[in-house]
């Protein structure tokens, strides 16, 4: 393992960590707005927190593999490498992660964010995190050195979107979820209602944006599909949230990048005791793994039983109405997709096999 040092540049105290865990430090050693942990290595990752009136979120990026070429050309001014970003709140929860591909850089993110949902939360408390993470985007980018503008990106990005409290699109929505109550009891008796985000009733969704990307060889015009998944909780009387989102890149462009627009989503009401990955394998049955996406291997023309960024898509919005598929050989067979270089109908959507998939999927 190797062994980093997160040194705060407000006071100077230092925290130990091993492989990028960071022991994080409490509010009585920061101060108030923005801190920096560690922006020593642009190539590895940063880490921060921010202070506001004694309540605490951190910001931790990571940098992963290298875009395919034909990602890289169609988006110069955004970030090379598959970028990861998170939001963890004082109690070292994650709420909000961005994956860059189908795992996180960092492995030991999987294991931590799978905890943080099963943990118990504060539904009002969540709101407020949501608001101070965009503070913290803000100031972060604010401040970051010149050789970690890959990350200055993407924590810019997030800053500019409106908090869930504050979206009136997603005020509405939980209006409308609200209006349909889970169970009382779980299926074995359990109680229904609790503050929690995992163990209890949960309403999962997936958000699918797609946008064309340029030619390479004989391909253009092909489509490009990412995903912002997001999870409302049921407090008793009311879905609150969302508590909860991973924004999945799908190795290019995210969901809100440039030429990038909403198509459609997928949901299947509430859900006792399940989570949104977006995995389809490890943990030997893919369920609870906290990785993402179709965890076969990744080539952005779908050759040698590798998987492309629309099987990724077509995964995670079947996963929110579904649930998860115990195997890696997921297939959804559906007509009437959006088009893209390769148009067949039917299209076929996998995990595991090659099949020129170039289209964006309907959400089922």
């Not at 040698?304 to 067979?333: M, T």
Request: aromatic residues 12%; charged residues 15%; contains cysteine.
């Amino acid at each position: 393992m190797t062994k980093r040092w997160y040194s705060l540049l407000a006071g100077g105290l230092l925290v130990a960590g091993c492989s990028g865990v960071a022991q994080r430090p409490g509010a009585i050693d920061l101060q108030e707005g923005i801190n920096l942990l560690d922006v020593k290595d642009a190539a590895w990752g940063a880490n921060a927190a921010y202070k506001e009136s004694g309540r605490l979120v951190f910001i931790e990026t990571r940098v992963g593999s290298l875009k395919p070429e034909i990602y890289r050309n169609d988006a110069p001014n955004e970030p090379a490498y598959e970028m990861d970003l998170r939001f963890v709140d004082q109690d070292n929860h994650t709420f909000y992660v961005m994956r860059g591909g189908d795992t996180f850089a960092d492995p030991t993110w999987a294991q931590d964010i799978a905890a943080s949902r099963h943990a118990k939360i504060d539904f009002a408390a969540r709101a407020v995190d949501f608001k101070l993470a965009q503070k913290a985007a803000t100031a972060l980018g604010q401040v970051l050195p010149a050789s970690f503008k890959d990350h200055t990106f993407h924590v810019t990005q997030f800053a500019k979107q409106l908090v869930p409290s504050e979206d009136p699109a997603m005020i509405a929505k939980t209006a409308q979820i609200s209006l349909t109550p889970p169970p009382a009891v779980g299926p074995n008796g359990e109680q229904g209602y609790g503050s929690y985000n995992n163990g209890g009733y949960e309403w999962l969704e997936t958000d699918k944006y797609s946008g064309s990307t340029g030619c390479a060889f004989w391909i253009c015009a092909a489509k490009h599909s990412a995903t912002i998944q997001w999870s409302w909780s049921w407090n008793g009387s009311a879905a609150v949230g969302p508590t909860f989102a991973i924004n999945a890149n799908n190795h290019g462009r995210a969901y809100n990048g440039s030429g990038m627009g909403y198509d459609c989503y997928s949901n299947g009401g509430w859900y006792w005791a399940r989570t949104i990955t977006g995995s389809t394998a490890g943990s030997a049955t893919g369920s609870w793994d906290g990785q993402g996406a179709c965890q076969t291997g990744y080539s952005w023309s779908s050759n040698n039983n590798a998987h492309l960024c629309n099987d990724d898509a077509a995964y995670e919005l079947w996963e929110a109405k579904y649930g998860d598929q115990n195997n890696i050989s997921f297939s959804v067979q559906e007509y009437g997709t959006h088009g893209g270089a390769g148009t067949s109908n039917p299209s076929t959507f996998s995990c595991n096999y090659p099949n020129g998939d170039w289209n964006t999927p309907n959400c089922p």
